[in-house]
């Protein structure tokens, strides 16, 4: 794959995943098929698609909704998918068992130099493209989810994947839009959900000792850390906040951290008494039934921010 | 202090801390005396907040700069300062005796009723107000830098904090528009930096194993984690993410967090050799002489960002 010559796409797994991939391509001006073995699932894309086009177009990010669906077409097989594809995103259930299906599945249809990006968002594709034919073209192309309101991608070969495959997979994705990082070994979470997990398990913890209330632990990143963390990254953060930069600020705050990570060098899990404290924290700001029209409210605010991002230089 | 029975605040200490405190108290209509022991930071005080002030008019944030300035006096002396204020943010310089010399300083020159809060960001108040007048008035309202563009601020009381300060100050802090949180007693870092600090200490264990740059991994924050982390908390983010909400979340991902905090149960400290190795990064995209130019890029981000955020509804 020679990210530029890549000229059709397929999306495997037309759920919301695949689906906000399939905007992410038909954006970037490339024909797309999109494939599920679901009847239903198949049924339900172009109507699903059209109506994701119709909200970000009221939000002002595009406003060619014809024009990206017409670039994609949803097909009744796995062969007539992947037939043409120069890329396929694979983004069915999360399962070990269906994963393995699915690689097994295409890699025979792969066209010759075809390359395949599962959007796992934890399982190594070591764990299912062992036997899969091809499999030095298969790699974790991990999105945040929806793909085409956050442009992150984590790139995650396995140990048989082709050396050139992952810098090929880089300047593709990064020709499409997206914001691909690269992951050079596989590790449990890759970086984003490890990064989340670390502030997570602080904030359970902090939330389990009585220290602060759940709304105010939230209220801390949505109002405090958040604001840099939007447009800058923990380290570029730390280097712009000490005089000397990055090394100053280590040299006077790393014992502080260094010391609140020893305080945590027992941690325990996230128990159901806990949970279900946190549970209750939550359903006194949000009853279970207004859970959807909180997620809507979440992704119009996505794509506000998107917007405000695209507005903002990054240099 | 009853919270709408505040009709004048002082700030002492006259650094960027304390002259955004200046900027949030002011632009609540608040009359702000203004000291700092230094004669050069008193000198310079109005003509930083006036370009402050006129930073934030190009960016749109405020119009009537005129009328802020006029709010706020730089005085000679800390009794000057403290006479008639019904509340005083310290921001002094962060070392144990500077800010136990300051409290036994503003004490008893308090006027009756009135609240000192503390901007200090990690030395918790039991180490500097112990033998101040009035210890039971005095309480950590810690900012992030700057207040007047970031509104995030906890309240942490001391042992010795009378108890009905705690919510008057979480109600004066909302009253002049920024969102405060109660650190229910005092621990390492607080809530903030605890929670930085945890996903910085993921950070810098990911770039020590050759898992991934210092680049990528500011990049999965700030174009990934922190797309959600700008507006929603972590456990609202999470409640989000699972059909059947937090619960739900943590049944299915707990395990996997808890494996990932095991995997850390021995931490290391950030070494001169790795923070090095960080810097050397970031060194290659930003030169040291840059850093100020770069901050001003970042303050400009977060006035835009705050402007974006202003016109969003938080439901």
Known sequence: MAENSVRSVAVVGAGLVGLGWAIVFSRAGLPVT???????????????LSASLGDMKAAGLLDNVAELLGRMRVVETLAEAVADADYVQ?????????????????????KTGAVVGSSSSGIPASAFIEHATNRERFLIVHPVNPP???????????????????????RFMNMVGQVPIVVNREVEGFILNRLQGALLNEAWALFEEGYASVEDIDLTVSHGLGFRWCFMGPFETIDLNAP?????????????????AKARSNPKPWNEDLAGRVEAERRQKLAIDQLPERSAWRDRRLMALLRHKNTQSDT
Chains 1, 2 share one sequence.
């Not at 090394?247 to 609140?260: C, K, M, N, T, V």
Request: charged share 20%; hydrophobic share 50%; no cysteine.
């Open 34 to 48: 999109i494939y599920d073995a679901s009847m239903e699932a198949r049924a339900a894309a172009l109507g699903r």
């Open 244 to 260: 000397g930069g990055v090394a100053d600020y280590a040299r006077r705050l790393g014992p502080l951290y260094h010391s609140i």
């Open 148 to 170: 085409h309101l956050i442009p992150l991608v984590e790139l995650v070969p396995a140990p048989w994947t082709d050396a050139a495959i992952v810098p090929a997979a880089r």
């Open 90 to 110: 694979e983004s069915v259930f999360e399962r070990v068992n269906t994963k393995t299906e699915i690689a097994n599945a295409i890699g025979p249809l792969l």
